[in-house]
């Protein structure tokens, strides 16, 4: 992941139940580049992994996210199948959380098409 200058990647509660905010990930990788220009699987998995990386340095996983939202530019049925695709493979089938995909006529650079912002939470789960 790049280091933001305008946002946090990630802000944590405590309490009886830490939550963890992930801003929206994009394909951007440590060096500030867009991995994946024009490719909306490329694009997907590196935002992904961004959003890994962001809840793993936050102490959480994959299993505790609890909201997503998603923001795609473009949207068709070829963008969401490869994001849905990517997507899978770090959800728990049964155990997905709240999500909502929105599109979007662009992201803060032209070339980024889609943007992931997650909500975690650790401890107990209804």
Known sequence: MSTPRFYSH?????????RIFVAGQVSWNKEGAVV?????????????????????A??????????MNGYMVGM????????????????????????????????VHEDLWLEVEVIAALGEKA
Do not use: I
């Open 36 to 56: 994946g220009k024009g490719d909306m699987r490329k694009q997907c998995e590196q935002v992904f992994e961004n959003v890994g990386h962001a809840l793993r």
């Open 76 to 107: 068709n049925n070829e963008r969401v199948s490869a994001y849905r695709e990517v997507r899978q493979r770090y959800l728990k089938q049964g155990e997905l959380p709240a999500s909502t995909l929105v599109g979007v006529e662009r992201l």
């Open 10 to 18: 990630a802000v944590t509660t405590d309490g009886p139940g830490k």
């Open 58 to 67: 936050a102490g959480a996983g994959w299993g505790d996210v609890v909201k």
